[in-house]
């Protein structure tokens, strides 16, 4: 069997991820339950889950020193850009630090490791107006959050042209689905959004605060999507030391994407709308040809990942 190290495997991607790769092989799970969930991972003798901080020195170096991995994913973060304005110390403790201790832990513990893979961000390419947004796009990261993933990926792709260590870094457009907790105000948007639907339908007084005018758009790409790149990536010899943007290329207005969803439910979802946020960003959109090029088949359009994330959440 092959071995699978992913850390944050309790969260949205991760557990998404460990539940397709635990069917066939080992994964163990790093994940402090800050934001995941432990009932988003599925029962399987192959899984081990590990209660624990990314940051913690003697624990990963415990991980680390004693099981041989085949491939590390490391998604655990703070992935909120809002809660990074918030708490800029706390959150470059997660994003940033643990990325660097985890990479010298490798280099040290870990030398048939086939691949480690750094999840950062479309939101180091910050505010410049150019789109789509390519690889080598102009980088300007408005928020703490945007700063560590830069910082982070840089490192874990120069590790592998320093030091030999097998790296490869996607950078991640909007991504949703299934298992995306939307409990916290800080959630990915449209866990959001589906929450709200919800409630609606089950009678409850409800309604969405959107930041902004809703002209704000985003590239949003459904998970199953997502694993398909993160596959991809990490099994290709063509990605070593390289970034990839993981998106769909088409983009979206938040307003939009409600009209959506209230046509898909036939309802009107009530609005509040509030003033933007700080170091938002106004439009996103990926130029994914360089993933394409390892092989990447994009199988979900919004309208049919939104679709397909309704049905699961028993909205339609
Ligand atoms: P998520 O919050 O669901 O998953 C992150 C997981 O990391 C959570 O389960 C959380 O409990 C865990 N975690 C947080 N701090 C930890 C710590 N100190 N130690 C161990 N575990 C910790 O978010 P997600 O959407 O699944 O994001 C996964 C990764 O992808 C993150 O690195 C995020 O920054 C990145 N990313 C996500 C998106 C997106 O749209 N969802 C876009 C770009 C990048
Ligand atoms: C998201 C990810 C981030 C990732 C980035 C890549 C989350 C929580 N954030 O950030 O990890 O790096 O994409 O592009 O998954 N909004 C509202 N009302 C709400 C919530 C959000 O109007 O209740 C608006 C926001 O102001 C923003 C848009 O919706 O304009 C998207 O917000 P959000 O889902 O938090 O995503 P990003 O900030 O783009």
Redesign the pocket.
Known sequence: MTNYLI??G?????STLANHLSKENSVVV???????KKENLNKNSNLKFIN????DKELMTEVLSQNTFDYIFH?????SVADSVERPVETHQ??FE?VLLLLELVRKYQKDLQRLVF?????IYGDEPTLPKKEESVIRPLTPYAVD?FAAEQYVLDYNHLYGVNTSAVR?????GPN??PESPYS?VISILVDRYKKLKNGEETQFTLFGDGSQSRDFVFVEDVIQALLLVATSEEALGKQFNVGTGKAIALKELIDVINDVLEVKLPIKYESERDGDIKDSVADISRLKKLGYKLEFSIEEGIKKYLVSEDLV
């Open positions: 850390t944050g309790a969260g949205f991607i991760g790093i994940d402090d339950l800050s934001m995941g624990g901080s990314v940051t998604l655990a973060a703070i992935a997660i994003n643990s999840s950062s961000s479309a939101a993933k991640f457009f909007n991504v949703y995306q907790n990915g």
